[in-house]
């Protein structure tokens, strides 16, 4: 089946700070996701990405379709935004599910 | 328009018990889809769903665990006899057409064997 990369797994930011997430995918994908999952486990959608640029406040994505990655950015973080960053994927011809990446954790320290 | 309801928040059992997970979906949405989601994982998809129809699940374990959607009422997840590694978080996400990358998430349920 397809693989779904993310990194760095665990990340921990002084407030302020920018990052960048970066998951790599193994096969072609006709979509592509971002949620954050919060420190209370609810998991909310950033971005439907499979491909170019989105800019939603301080968060932005990019996803390179024929180079099989994506990034999500984040810009001048702050504490709320700890938690875990999902990347996941739906394979070409593969039906209505998605494949998730393993995560990367975050932490943002006041 | 209330989001996507997952009840219990959280569930214990023990061992051997009987797990009911329920998930009713948005309003006007007839598609259904369960994740699980191990300590430190991501999720893994397990079943979707569309009003009395199994869609696919070719994510769920062949034995215990069944979905069932009925035309009234949630969609449950039932899980018999656990056992430990049952442990975990289900979500349920719901989608008005069948395209997962239209559907939104619940707040899951927390399942502990004990």
């Known amino acids: 089946g397809i693989q779904v990369e993310q990194s760095p797994p665990d990340l921990i930011l002084q407030e302020g700070a920018n990052s960048t997430l970066r998951c790599n995918f193994s096969?072609?994908?006709?979509?592509l996701q971002w949620f954050h999952q919060n420190p209370w486990g609810q998991l909310i959608n950033l971005f439907y990405?499979?491909?170019g640029t989105k800019q939603n406040g301080r968060l932005s994505a990019t996803t390179v379709a024929t180079e099989r990655y994506s990034l999500l950015y984040i810009s001048s973080s702050q504490t709320t935004d700890s938690g875990v960053y999902f990347c996941?994927?739906?394979?070409?011809?593969?039906?209505?599910?998605?494949?998730f990446g393993p995560g990367t954790r975050l932490s943002v320290l006041p | 328009n209330a989001g996507v309801m997952q009840n219990p928040r959280h569930l214990v059992r023990r061992r051997g018990q009987e797990a009911r997970l329920r998930c009713s979906p948005m309003k006007g949405h007839s598609h259904v889809y369960w994740y699980r989601q191990l300590p430190e994982e991501g999720l893994k998809f397990m079943v979707y769903l569309q009003k009395e129809n199994i869609i696919d699940e070719s994510g769920m374990p062949k034995e215990r665990f069944s979905a069932e959607f009925p035309k009234e009422g949630p969609s449950i997840l039932r899980i018999q006899q656990v056992v430990r590694g049952d442990s975990a978080a289900y979500f349920c996400a719901s989608s008005p057409l069948a395209l997962i990358t239209e559907a939104f998430f619940g707040q899951g349920t927390r399942l502990t064997v004990v």
């Open positions: 990405i499979p491909s």
């Open positions: 996941a994927v739906v394979r070409d011809n593969y039906g209505q599910n998605f494949v």
């Open positions: 096969d072609s994908v006709n979509n």
